[in-house]
């Protein structure tokens, strides 16, 4: 049984809509109605149907442009264009916008039923798609691509073919074209059952990949309970490509498994010689959402570039970095007592191992004066290379890691709020343009647009759209109550063109139209 929402302006049209059409017959169960598309974009948020029914011209935003937004907010969302016009660009405008079904009126609610078995049979075969299993279909291309990626994402190794033959071999593999620019990047994705117990299987790399090559190139693979995929594309801004799909792997992961994902994406690349570090990348920032703040993480969020001069670091450092980032002081303390055990015999090198592992990851989320400040405050940096015993160098090891540990700590904080009080001060400053998006503003802070939205939903505990309505609403009461501009005037000012749409916004928010807050206003004063 599938969840819809029905959008119509005429109120009459919409209740015969959802009172005339069998639609528990037709596999669906009404769960709200709108009368426009700015309440319908709240209402998909809020309710995450499945199906949207929508008029495609409306005052204030039409079916196509709501469409269009659906998508952005929920990709796994169908849409259902139901309109007046039989324009064939329409239709070919609608096919980008997650649009299923476009139907003429008028429509009886015997045809509108009908019609609705056929959308549901489209989605049926769409969910069997992404849920299905094809492991009896290209059996040998994948162990082809096992035996082929697996070992260059793990860095097993030693002698890795060059970065040609590599992309050769990706291209006779399918992985890739050539004539093209290519580039790649790694996820890691896990997956919790709804009592939140880890339950990743074999079973999800075909739920991945379906969902996936919808947008681009993806190969995956179960690597120590996680899916590991590599992801390939010729478009100019993999990051940017990677945002829709990584949206509708966790919606679709909801929606059809019960089951909740994180994600973590690695830097794009265009080498296949650095799989092996953006594998780690992308299981680092994978665990970065342990945080609360969004289920979808970009190493980039949270950490700067690593200088090339650290790409060298032994293997056993990845789990000291982290640890640092995301771990307890419990399990950074056993790991590193561990450490030292296991290389009793190379102190010396192991201390510079992990010097080099503190300095690479505080310097990632961190200032250089508190990186400056831990290593001139811990004797562990001038007694590198005279350690002669374990018990010597652990306890001054243990030291400088919980105290990098707590600088990491403090700064991702430090450094999630500040981004946050940014986008509040490009709102207070911009919000008289019309065009200003998280996307735009997500661009310009240099993290994803699905991080940004997450934190500001934590930390301001508010939506970006409801923190720039309440700027705009606030700065259009004070021009009618302290101006005499026409509303008209006032609503450009405030970042819209449109003065019925502003009108119907403002009187949502304060329950009264601009002229009447200016009438009382004015009777107010009159009387004193």
Not at 225 to 243: C, H, K, M, N
Not at 286 to 307: C, K, L, N, V
Not at 318 to 328: A, D, F, I, R, S
Request: glycine share 6%; aromatic share 8%.
């Amino acid at each position: 049984m599938y969840t819809a929402l029905i959008v119509d302006d005429e109120e009459e049209l919409r209740r015969a809509i959802i009172e005339s059409v069998d639609w528990q017959s037709a596999g669906f169960e009404v769960v709200g109605d709108a009368g426009n598309g700015v309440d319908a974009l709240e209402l998909a948020e809020k309710l995450e149907p499945d199906l949207i029914l929508t008029d495609i011209k409306m005052p204030m935003m039409t079916g196509l442009e709501l469409a269009r937004q659906v998508r952005e907010l929920r990709p796994a969302t169908q849409v259902v264009i139901l309109s007046g016009y039989d324009d064939f660009q329409y239709a070919q405008t609608a096919i980008q916008y997650n649009i299923i079904g476009y139907l003429l009126k008028p429509i009886s609610a015997k045809e509108l039923s009908a019609e609705l078995e056929k959308i549901k049979l489209r989605m049926d075969g769409y969910f069997e798609r992404i849920t299905g299993s094809e492991r009896d279909r290209r059996t040998q291309r994948r162990c082809e691509i096992s035996e082929f990626l697996l070992p260059i994402l793990l860095g097993n190794g030693e002698d890795s073919p060059g970065d040609e033959l590599l992309f050769g071999r990706a291209v006779s593999l399918g992985i890739c074209t050539p004539g093209k620019h290519w580039s790649f990047a790694v996820m890691a994705v896990k997956f919790k059952n709804r009592d939140h117990i880890t339950c990743t299987g074999s079973e999800h790399i075909d739920f991945v990949n379906n969902i996936l090559r919808s947008y681009l190139g993806s190969e995956s693979f179960l690597v120590n309970g996680r899916i590991i995929t590599l992801v390939s594309s010729d478009a100019p801004d993999l990051g940017e490509a990677l945002r829709l799909p990584s949206r509708e792997l966790v919606q679709s992961a909801g929606r059809m498994l019960s089951q909740t994902c994180t994600i973590g994406i690695s830097r794009p690349f265009d080498k296949l010689s650095n799989c092996a570090s953006a594998y780690f990348e992308a299981i680092t920032a994978r665990r970065y959402t342990a945080d609360g703040a969004g289920p979808i993480r970009f190493i980039s969020d949270s950490e700067q570039d690593s200088a090339g001069e650290f790409e060298n670091v032994e293997k056993s450092v990845y789990k000291l970095e982290q640890l640092l980032k995301v771990g307890t002081k419990e399990e950074l303390s056993g790991f590193l007592d561990s450490l030292c055990e296991e290389n009793a015999r190379g102190l010396n090198y192991l201390v510079i191992q992990i010097l080099a592992t503190v300095y690479r990851t505080v310097s990632s989320v961190s200032d250089s004066e508190a990186l400056s400040e831990l290593m001139s405050g811990n004797p562990v940096c001038s007694r590198a290379a005279l350690y002669d015993s374990e018990p010597n160098v652990k306890s001054d090891i243990t030291r400088l890691c919980l105290s990098a540990r707590s600088i990491i700590s403090r700064s991702q904080k430090e450094n999630t709020e500040l981004l946050c009080d940014k986008v509040i001060r490009i709102i207070d400053t911009e919000y008289p343009n019309e065009s200003l998006s998280l996307t735009d503003i997500s661009e310009r802070l240099y993290v994803s647009p699905n991080y940004l939205s997450s934190l500001i939903k934590k930390y301001k505990k508010e939506n970006f759209t409801a923190l720039l309505n309440e700027r705009r609403m606030k700065a259009a009461a004070d021009m009618l109550i302290c101006t005499q501009m026409k509303i008209l005037e006032v609503a450009r000012r405030c970042g819209y063109s449109d003065q019925h749409y502003f009108s119907y916004c403002f009187k949502k928010y304060y329950g009264v139209t601009p002229m009447k807050m200016r009438e009382n206003k004015k009777a107010v004063n009159d009387n004193e």
